[in-house]
């Protein structure tokens, strides 16, 4: 079973500061997808950011990018130029190749920014 | 585009009742899936559902079941409610089209059982 590790429950960042939220994953397919959800207090799930396991780019949105070592089974976020909008809680999920219909969550981490 | 709606968005129950809830995915996506999300056990997967069928199952009780209908919207049931069943569901919609496939997900539904 496909499993996910967020190592870090809760995370603080200045405003316009860079924060970097950790992520493992254990599986053994070698095609899958991995993504980044913030989740603010109104509860609204939302897509931060997807990465495909065959590319071996890195995905970028805006201030938002990603470090995935595929070899060490590590997806980790950094978000630059830090806004108080950006205070969510994060979370790390995966899913399997042909679907991203059923996805296995991290257990989250908690983002506070500070000015 | 309107996004993904779930409907109610609150409700109060006593155990032993039944419940139902209601998503309607974003136009043109024929994949819904459902989760569960408490404090404790975090976000889990409970189902998807793709041109009506059950594709995916999570492991909850036979007591939640869906379903899909034509136009994509799906309902979520949970019969004979525990206080355990407490819990903020969400619902996810994809096009279900490999390779590019993204959920985007409702707002939720919470639900209290007293």
């Known amino acids: 079973a496909q499993t996910v590790t967020q190592s870090q429950p809760e995370m603080s960042v200045q405003e316009a500061e860079t924060v970097t939220l950790s992520c493992t994953y254990d599986t053994s397919e070698s095609d899958y997808y991995l993504f980044w959800y913030k989740q603010p207090p109104s509860r609204q799930m939302i897509l931060v950011i997807r990465q495909e396991a065959y590319k071996q780019q890195n995905a970028t949105e805006n201030r938002f990018s990603v470090n995935f070592q595929k070899a060490a089974k590590s997806f980790s976020l950094k978000i630059s130029d830090s806004q108080l909008g950006d205070a969510a809680m994060y979370f790390c999920a995966y899913s399997m190749s042909g679907t991203a219909s059923k996805l296995t969550f991290g257990t989250g981490t908690r983002l506070q920014v500070t000015l | 585009k309107a996004g993904v709606t779930q409907t109610p968005r609150y409700l109060i129950k006593t155990r032993g009742q039944q419940v139902t809830l209601s998503c309607s995915p974003i136009?043109?996506?024929?994949?819904v899936s459902w989760y569960q999300q408490t404090p404790g056990q975090g976000l889990q997967f409970l189902f998807e559902?793709?041109?009506?069928?059950?594709?995916n199952k999570g492991n909850f009780p036979g007591r939640f079941s869906g379903r899909q209908f034509s136009n994509s919207r799906s309902e979520m049931n949970v019969s004979t409610l525990e206080l355990g069943d407490s819990a903020l569901y969400l619902c996810?919609?994809?096009?279900?089209?490999?390779?590019?496939?993204?959920?985007?997900f409702g707002p939720g539904t919470r639900l209290t059982v007293l």
């Open positions: 996810a919609s994809s096009r279900a089209v490999p390779s590019t496939d993204t959920q985007y």
């Open positions: 136009s043109g996506h024929r994949s």
């Open positions: 559902y793709f041109s009506e069928t059950q594709r």
